[in-house]
């Protein structure tokens, strides 16, 4: 059974960074598509980032592209999500997610993720 945890969430100022780590086990991670996903009060969970956990291949939403990168280490099976820049939008609960990649859907899409970690709160404001 997979199960992921997440951390490094906490309250930053505007224009300042936080890296969120999601520790995952349960075994191999590999041909599993990871994602980062956030949510506020209300909205529904909204696609942040993903990776290839075979290539380390990632992607970020283009609206935050420049200021998150996402990365994951295999050894330590953990998946990072860098955050710079940190503006007020950025408040959210942010949710790590996995699935495997051949799996059906669009991987941008949190109904297509079966695992799913706490979530950590992430809360900029000055």
């Known amino acids: 059974q997979v199960q992921l945890v997440e951390s490094g969430g906490g309250l930053v100022p505007p224009g300042g960074s936080l890296r969120l780590s999601c520790a995952a086990s349960?075994?191999?991670?590999?041909?599993?598509?990871m994602g980062w996903f956030r949510q506020t009060a209300g909205k529904e969970r909204e696609f942040v980032a993903v990776i290839d956990w075979n290539s380390g291949s990632g992607l970020v939403v283009d609206s935050i592209q420049g200021r998150f990168i996402i990365s994951r280490d295999d050894q330590k099976s953990t998946m990072y999500l860098q955050m710079s820049s940190l503006q007020p939008e950025d408040t959210a609960a942010y949710y790590c997610?996995?699935?495997?990649?051949?799996?059906?859907?669009?991987?941008?899409?949190?109904?297509?993720?079966?695992?799913w970690g706490q979530g950590t709160q992430v809360t900029v404001s000055s």
């Open positions: 349960g075994g191999s991670f590999s041909g599993y598509m």
């Open positions: 997610a996995a699935r495997r990649k051949d799996d059906e859907g669009s991987v941008y899409r949190a109904a297509n993720y079966g695992y």
